[in-house]
C-alpha cells in the first residue's frame, strides 16, 4: 500500500485542521490506520489509530477530546480532524498503515508510512 498525507498547514492557536491520508495498491478496508507525529528535536509519537472497519479508535491522552480520526473506505481515505490546537501540537505529521484488526500505538506493527504532512500552530 502506498500512503499520501496532506492537509498541514500554519493555523493560529484555537484553530483547526483536517489531515486526510489517501491509500492506493490495497484494499483500503484491509488496513488499520495510525497518525504520528514527531516535533522538532524530538521522538516520534503516536497520535490516533483506527481499526479496519473504523469501529474502533484509540488516542493519545493530550490529544483526547480534540482530535479525531476516522476514514471512508469507499473513498479509500483516512482523516484526522484537530481541533483546539495548540503550539505544542506542531509537528510533521504521518500516517501509517498495518494489515491488523485492532488499533495500536506501537509504530512497529505498522509496515507502511506516507509522507509527513507540517502543522505550524502559532501562539
Same mark, same amino acid.
Not at 495498491?25 to 514527531?38: D, E, K, L, M, N
Not at 490529544?63 to 476516522?70: D, H, L, Q, W, Y
Given at each position: 500500500v502506498q500512503l499520501q498525507a496532506c492537509g498541514g498547514g500554519l493555523v493560529q492557536a484555537g484553530g483547526s485542521l483536517r489531515l486526510s491520508c489517501?491509500?492506493?495498491?490495497?484494499?483500503?478496508?484491509?488496513?488499520?490506520?495510525?497518525?504520528?507525529?514527531?516535533?522538532?528535536?524530538k521522538e516520534r509519537e503516536f497520535v490516533a489509530s483506527i481499526s479496519r472497519s473504523g469501529g474502533t479508535t484509540m488516542y493519545e491522552d493530550s490529544?483526547? &477530546?480534540?482530535? %479525531?480520526?476516522?476514514r471512508d473506505n469507499e473513498k479509500n481515505t483516512a482523516y484526522l480532524q484537530m481541533n483546539s490546537l495548540k503550539p505544542e501540537d506542531t509537528a510533521v505529521y504521518y500516517c501509517a498503515a498495518g494489515a491488523f484488526?485492532?488499533?495500536?500505538?506501537?509504530?512497529?506493527?505498522?509496515?507502511?508510512? &506516507?509522507?509527513? %504532512?507540517l502543522v505550524t500552530v502559532s501562539s
Open positions: 489517501a491509500a492506493s495498491g490495497r484494499t483500503f478496508s484491509s488496513i488499520a490506520i495510525g497518525w504520528f507525529r514527531q516535533a522538532p528535536g490529544v483526547k &477530546g480534540r482530535f %479525531t480520526i476516522s484488526s485492532f488499533v495500536t500505538i506501537k509504530m512497529d506493527e505498522y509496515d507502511k508510512w &506516507g509522507q509527513g %504532512t
